[in-house]
């Protein structure tokens, strides 16, 4: 007995000790992922998706193929990723959308909350407040005084019904009291036109799609989202700053983040977050997403749950309060 009892034992210990060993070499991954866009080509979200994904494959080891799916707002794309297989081979990367569409629309073909789960966070983008030089403010304040005074006669132009630049101009009538006309594009590329022709006052959009036009004087800055300035527009002011209100749901900004089916097994969760907090580190690309104006933004997947689930319910009390129908 005593022979059986030993071999036993070695056996038991060394099950022991290869238990860690195993639980960090899964062999994942072992063949290419696909990384899937719910935009078309050429978009900021395909572009960060083109930026990330050859240096993301170093990182693992696989190629990393980014696959476009546009349609409804990202949603076809989501669900794509949310119906596949939990083996960390189809990943989605995800943003502010995911937030805001539970709210915007009538039905959704899965639950970013229940069918998605966190991986990653990568980057963060802020919005800058910016009116045609003819509006009579070189300040934020200024131009909600002149809101003031003027009720309905100052137009602020949206990517369209729903959009972040729709919601982040919701929040600032709301929070100051003031009357300000929205009108609704399809894109910011078009309001961006008529606000540099003097046809609407003022766009609350991306950082990089104005800063040109800033610098050559055709549009002026008053203010950008997000708790810190951007070293882009260093001499601008943040929302909060810039008004002396708190404004949470100014500090929030554009995002994007990994995800991948609920259920995704902890092991590869663990592999891809390591992975994607290694190349957020590297300065080459901090670099090249500065150039987009655009910000790495490391974290854990706790962390980036419990945000998807706070901006979720902060963006639907201010769908709701600006009586926006879900379509």
């Not at 409804?72 to 990367?93: F, H, M, P, Q, S």
């Not at 002011?237 to 994007?256: H, I, K, M, N, V």
Request: proline share 9%.
């Amino acid at each position: 007995m005593q022979p059986i009892r030993s071999a036993l034992a070695a056996l038991i210990c060394g099950l022991a000790l290869a238990a860690p060993a195993a639980a960090q070499d899964t062999g994942y991954p072992s063949h290419p992922i696909k990384l899937v866009v719910g935009y078309s080509p050429g978009g900021p979200t395909d572009i960060l998706a083109r930026q990330l994904a050859p240096i993301l494959a170093d990182a693992l080891g696989q190629q990393v193929i980014v696959d476009n799916k546009p349609g409804a707002n990202g949603n076809i794309g989501g669900a794509e990723v949310a119906r596949a297989r939990r083996d960390g081979y189809t990943l989605l990367l995800g943003d502010l959308t995911l937030a805001t569409n539970p709210s915007l629309m009538r039905t959704m073909p899965f639950d970013p909350q229940a069918g998605l789960r966190a991986v990653a966070p990568l980057a963060k983008a802020p919005l800058a407040l910016v009116v045609n030089p003819k509006v009579p403010a070189a300040t934020l304040q200024e131009l909600l005084a002149y809101a003031r005074a003027n009720p309905g006669e100052l137009t602020n132009g949206t990517a369209g019904n729903g959009n972040l630049t729709h919601l982040a101009g919701e929040v600032l009538k709301s929070a100051t009291g003031t009357d300000i006309r929205q009108v609704p594009y399809k894109g910011s590329g078009p309001a961006i036109t008529d606000l540099v022709g003097g046809q609407i006052s003022m766009v609350i959009t991306g950082i990089s799609s104005t800063e040109g036009f800033i610098r050559n004087g055709q549009l002026r800055a008053l203010a950008i989202t997000g708790r810190e300035r951007s070293p882009a527009l260093p001499d601008v002011p943040t929302f909060s700053e810039a008004t002396g209100l708190p404004l949470p749901e100014l500090d929030l900004g554009s995002w994007w983040r990994l995800f991948g089916p609920a259920d995704l097994p902890d092991a590869v969760v663990e592999r891809l977050n390591a992975a994607a907090r290694q190349i957020l580190a590297d300065p080459a690309l901090k670099e090249r997403l500065a150039g987009m104006n655009i910000v790495a933004d490391p974290g854990s997947p706790d962390d980036m749950r419990q945000r998807l689930e706070s901006e979720t319910a902060t963006w639907r009390k201010v769908i709701q309060a600006a009586g926006i129908v879900p379509q």
